[in-house]
């Protein structure tokens, strides 16, 4: 291709110079497109007065047209022997009849121009032979027309707009797929470069998630030592821890006569009295549970009495009751002087009054 497009009048010209050319020294049967337009009989004299102007030329094809079928033989261009009938009367026919006759029926097809710049630009390019050896080369490297500006060279500017356009919409649907991987590669050098930060995240994380698994753990095993241990308690023995039922409350020397002691009443639940009863002294334990409902009385030193605070019971120095509902004396408990001098109390013994119990020795031990 050449550097500078030509002008429409550079085009004429040069068609005007082939023309006069053709008409001075070409022979009618060289080539098939000239033999199927043969020189007119106004030809010789076209070097001398070339066509003027567009329409000069638009005649002058016209005129070559209407001559063609007569002059034509029919054996060499059998295709335009089918278009006499049809001579260019203009513009749109001079074009048309350009476009499908003169060149050979095999070479049409494929370069055949499509449009009035086509066929400009044919012409601008050297005619019919150029434009049958270009779609070739322009076929054989479709993908990089204007990329390359080699492959470009001796193609129309119709074919270079058509493979520019093939290239680019070639290029718009490989374009991501040449582009996308840049991304990815720089996400992954920033990764790497961020290993030591990620590495600190994950040893959090993984620091957070442990933390419910050992509370987790933790939780298990405890409940699992309380199971244990509760189970062992239920299979011991309940026990109930009671003061013993003998015990020793020292000599009977401790013991004034005609009075109460009240020393073991928080301890062991009893009074030890010194006491006058039915003519005989002696020492004995009463128990401190009222025979009314079981409260507990109080010694009055200043009344010589117990005293209930439930219901007002009151018994004597000696536990018989004489005042409020309590139905029956206080109860006493054994007591005996041991081998070594000290009183001996036995809870598990227990002696009534009206059943005539206080008689029993082993509910007393005599002084004086
Ligand atoms: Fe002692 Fe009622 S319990 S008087």
Redesign the pocket.
């Known amino acids: 291709m050449s550097d500078s497009t030509p002008s429409t009048n550079d085009i004429l010209a040069k068609i005007r110079a082939q023309k006069a050319a053709a008409a001075g020294t070409a022979p009618a049967a060289e080539t098939p497109a000239e033999s199927a337009t043969p020189a007119p009989p106004e030809a010789p004299t076209a070097p001398a007065a070339a066509p003027a102007g567009t329409a000069d030329i638009l005649a002058s094809i016209r005129s070559k047209a209407g001559a063609a079928p007569a002059a034509a033989p029919a054996a060499k261009a059998p295709a335009a022997a089918a278009k006499p009938a049809a001579a260019p009367g203009g513009t749109a026919d001079i074009l048309a009849s350009i476009r499908g006759g003169g060149a050979p029926a095999a070479a049409k097809p494929a370069a055949a121009p499509g449009g009035t710049s086509d066929i400009l630009a044919s012409i601008r390019g050297g005619g019919a032979q150029a434009a049958a050896a270009k779609p070739a080369a322009a076929t054989a490297a479709p993908a990089k027309p204007a990329a390359d500006p080699g492959a470009t060279a001796g193609m129309s500017p119709a074919e270079m707009i058509r493979a520019a356009r093939s290239a680019a919409g070639g290029a718009g649907k490989t374009a991501p797929a040449v582009a996308l991987p840049s991304k990815p590669l720089a996400g992954r050098v920033t990764a790497a470069a961020a290993d030591v930060p990620r590495r600190s995240v994950l040893s959090t994380v993984i620091s957070a998630l442990c933390t419910p698994i050992v509370l987790a753990w933790t939780s298990f095993a405890a409940t699992t030592a309380a199971s244990t241990l509760a189970l062992a308690r239920f299979m011991m023995p309940n026990v109930l821890v009671e003061p013993p039922t003998k015990f020793k409350i020292g000599p009977p020397t401790d013991y004034a006569p005609g009075t109460v002691s009240t020393k073991w009443q928080a301890q062991f639940n009893i009074w030890v009295v010194n006491n006058t009863v039915d003519g005989v002294s002696c020492i004995y334990a009463l128990s401190t549970v009222?025979?009314?409902?079981?409260?507990t009385?109080n010694w009055l030193e200043g009344e010589q009495k117990f005293k209930?605070?439930?219901?007002?019971?009151g018994f004597y120095k000696s536990g018989i009751n004489f005042e409020?509902?309590?139905p029956r004396p206080l109860e006493r408990v054994g007591l005996r002087l041991s081998e070594d001098g000290m009183l001996e109390v036995d809870k598990s013994i227990k002696f009534q009054r009206e059943l005539g119990q206080w008689a029993n020795p082993s509910s007393f031990v005599g002084v004086g």
């Open positions: 009222c025979t009314h409902l079981g409260c009385p209930c605070p439930c219901h007002g019971s409020g509902p309590a």
